[in-house]
Structure formats: structure tokens, C-alpha cells
T-cell receptor
């Protein structure tokens, strides 16, 4: 079983839709959770960072962590064509030196 | 703006030659940097951890003599792909934590290597 599971998609939504992206994990010791956005042929860009459980909101983005279910989510409200990218979840026990990535979900927002 | 700068963004070289990729942390010091490799439509694979002033730590299966890493200063790490072959063609990405002991990791723009 992989440490982190993420549906690769692809996922296509109309502009303005609410997007839900999810990852599950097996290691209950994970306590740092991140979402990255990666445009084609570019390095990943840190979108959201959460420590332990709970919700975090930043503009149109909301990250949720449910440690009891070993499940994290990223919600994108009022999705825009510019949100079209691959979204990677990542998590760690101790910090940046041991990060486990999901395979990424490719999202397309159709105008 | 970008906090980690990577150069070159793309490079084409002949088989057998060596290629150096630079990774710089901007406006902060990074005692540790990470080098990843990414194949098309796949996730990031950690290759090695670059440590300032000491030897890099390589992940299992990564040839240290092929992928030379040097972390000579607190803001610069380099990855040299030696005697490159077509199978080394890939997207190489460096990263650095801006705040130690947390998971916030910032990535460079990536370097696409094509070996002919």
C-alpha cells in the first residue's frame, strides 16, 4: 500500500464550479499536510500548508485535514481556467526532509 | 514571488557529456536542499538531500557517482548529471525549506534535461 493515495483524474469542470480534490494516507504519524499546484513544465507551487487537523482558508482555496479518517481535501471555489493544473498533495511526519507526495490530480477548468 | 531559483530551465546535451543544474534560495539561507526527479504524468521522486558543508544523502537506487551534488554555500546547491545518457532525460526540480522543522517546502521552476 502506498503511503499517499491520490486519484490522478483527469478532472474537468466548468468555470465557476466548486472543485474537491482529495488524498488518503496510511501513516497516522503524518502531521504536516500540503497542497501544491503544478503547471505544465513548471515546478510545484505551494498553495496550502496545514499542521495537524483542521481547516485552513486562503481566498478561494480551503484545505481540510481529517486525521481520524486519514483524509485530506482541497476545495477550490469559483474555479477559473487559470486553476487548470496538476494538484499534488504532500505530507510528512517530521517536516520537509521526508515528504511523501501523491501522484497528482490533473484539473481542467473549462471556460 | 519565487523563493527558489533554478537554472537552466531547459537544456539539451549530447550523450556522454555532463550537465550542471543550479538551485538557489532567494533571500533566505538553506542548509538543506532537496533534488527531485519527475517523469511525465508522474509524481515527484526524491533523489537526494543536499547538505551544506557535508556530503549529500542519496535515496536508494540513485547513483551518487552519476548525480553529483554540491552544496557549497547556504544559498546554492548544484546537481551535475555526469556522462548523461538518454535515459537521464527528465524534469529535475530542486526545493528548499524556508522554515526549518516544518513541511513548508518551496520548489524551483525545474530543469528539463534532454539527452540526445
Amino acid at each position: 500500500q502506498k503511503e499517499v493515495e491520490q486519484d490522478p483524474g483527469p478532472l474537468s469542470v466548468p468555470e465557476g464550479a466548486i472543485v474537491s480534490l482529495n488524498c488518503t494516507y496510511s501513516n497516522s504519524a503524518f502531521q504536516y499536510f500540503m497542497w501544491y499546484r503544478q503547471y505544465s513544465r513548471k515546478g510545484p507551487e505551494l498553495l496550502m500548508y496545514t499542521y495537524s487537523s483542521g481547516n485552513k482558508e486562503d481566498g478561494r482555496f480551503t484545505a481540510q485535514v481529517d486525521k481520524s479518517s486519514k483524509y485530506i481535501s482541497l476545495f477550490i471555489r469559483d474555479s477559473q481556467p487559470s486553476d487548470s493544473a496538476t494538484y499534488l498533495c504532500a505530507m510528512s511526519v517530521t517536516g520537509a526532509n521526508n515528504l511523501f507526495f501523491g501522484t497528482g490530480t490533473r484539473l481542467t477548468v473549462i471556460p | 514571488g519565487a523563493v527558489v531559483s533554478q537554472h537552466p530551465s531547459w537544456v539539451i546535451c549530447k550523450s556522454g557529456t555532463s550537465v550542471k543544474i543550479e538551485c538557489r534560495s532567494l533571500d533566505f539561507q538553506a542548509t538543506t536542499m532537496f533534488w527531485y526527479r519527475q517523469f511525465p504524468k508522474q509524481s515527484l521522486m526524491l533523489m537526494a538531500t543536499s547538505n551544506e558543508g557535508s556530503k549529500a544523502t542519496y535515496e536508494q537506487g540513485v547513483e551518487k557517482d552519476k548525480f553529483l551534488i554540491n552544496h557549497a554555500s547556504l544559498t546554492l546547491s548544484t546537481l551535475t548529471v555526469t556522462s548523461a545518457h538518454p535515459e537521464d532525460s527528465s524534469f529535475y526540480i530542486c526545493s528548499a525549506p524556508k522554515v526549518e522543522r516544518t513541511g513548508e517546502l518551496f520548489f524551483g521552476e525545474g530543469s528539463r534535461l534532454t539527452v540526445l
